[in-house]
């Protein structure tokens, strides 16, 4: 739900080592929606926050733009002005947005084990992952009334079957679009 990504994007706190650094990564995953390993080779290069958007490379190496709300951008900005520099310490020209406590980017598999170290902090079930925050990203998008053809780009589908999948969510939508059309509703 919108409440629980909200818990699970606020669990980074002021006692958490890369705080900074952990709440713009949950913010980027929900915010575009993009793949954990999409996310883990995200390259500064591939930031246009003055614009609102990142360029994501997805499966088969093919690129997609995606947008950035204002809540990532800030949390990458403040991430990107203050922590980022000091992980980068040992390698000021690392190419990658997210870094670990020795300067490489952050790995999938690490990336995964901070989503569910976050998830269960925020109290949310254990079967929380980065893909979850892909899910919701489509579910919210889709509930709020975006079309489903927009989903689709945004989440780099090449076929939208695969999106359609994300449609079934939302029950209730259907039933006020049903009432609002039809005449005999």
Request: charged residues 25%.
């Amino acid at each position: 739900s919108e409440q629980q990504t909200d818990k699970l994007l606020a669990a980074p706190g002021p006692d958490d080592q890369f705080a900074s650094r952990d709440r713009a990564l949950l913010e980027t995953l929900y915010a575009t929606g993009c793949r954990v390993s999409e996310v883990a080779g995200l390259r500064v290069n591939d930031l246009k926050l003055d614009y609102g958007f990142c360029q994501c490379t997805g499966k088969g190496d093919k690129q997609r733009i995606v947008p950035l709300g204002r809540k990532a951008r800030a949390a990458i900005e403040e991430y990107l002005g203050g922590q980022r520099r000091e992980l980068a310490k040992r390698n000021p020209a690392v190419p990658w947005v997210f870094l670990n406590r020795l300067g490489d980017n952050l790995t999938r598999v690490m990336i995964w084990i901070l989503v569910k170290k976050y998830a269960l902090r925020a109290g949310l079930p254990r079967r929380v992952s980065p893909h979850t925050l892909r899910h919701s990203f489509a579910t919210h998008m889709l509930a709020g009334g975006a079309a489903l053809r927009l989903v689709q780009e945004m989440l780099g589908h090449s076929n939208i079957t695969t999106t359609q999948l994300y449609t079934h969510i939302d029950r209730s939508r259907l039933r006020a679009i049903h009432q609002k059309f039809h005449p005999r509703a």
